[in-house]
């Protein structure tokens, strides 16, 4: 089993910037992947980033250029660094954790609402 602990969500103006955490605990595999989903009102969850054990990363393309994925290892914590946020950029985000033999886990969700 894998907790996952997200923090960081709020209210924010057009064009401001937030940062979300995602702490992670339990049995972590060695090979695994984080990252962060959205979801808004009438839509289905979306990709915004992963990254991977190993290093790599991978964006949304509506998000590519304004958000950052980044990992603390030794906090098994997973930060997105949200910059120059728009009003469709209002969701639900959550944080994800996948396993090497395909264990999935969800958090709770954060609301992060962007005001025009």
């Known amino acids: 089993q894998v907790q996952l602990v ?3 969500g709020g209210l924010v ?8 955490s995602c702490e992670a605990s339990g049995s972590m595999s060695g090979f695994y992947v984080m990252g962060w989903y ?3 009102v009438g839509k289905q969850r979306e990709l915004v980033a992963i990254i991977y054990s190993r290093g790599p990363t991978r964006y949304a393309d509506a998000v590519a250029g304004r958000f ?9 914590t997973v ?3 949200m910059n120059s946020l728009k009003p469709e950029d209002t969701a639900v985000y959550y944080c994800n954790y996948r396993s090497g033999d395909n264990h999935e886990y969800w958090g709770q969700g954060t609301q992060v609402t962007v005001s025009s």
């Open 79 to 81: 930060y997105l660094q």
């Open 38 to 40: 959205r979801q808004s």
């Open 13 to 20: 103006q057009s064009g401001g910037s937030l940062t979300l």
């Open 68 to 76: 950052t994925i980044s990992r603390e290892n030794a906090e098994n």
């Open 6 to 8: 997200e923090s960081g």
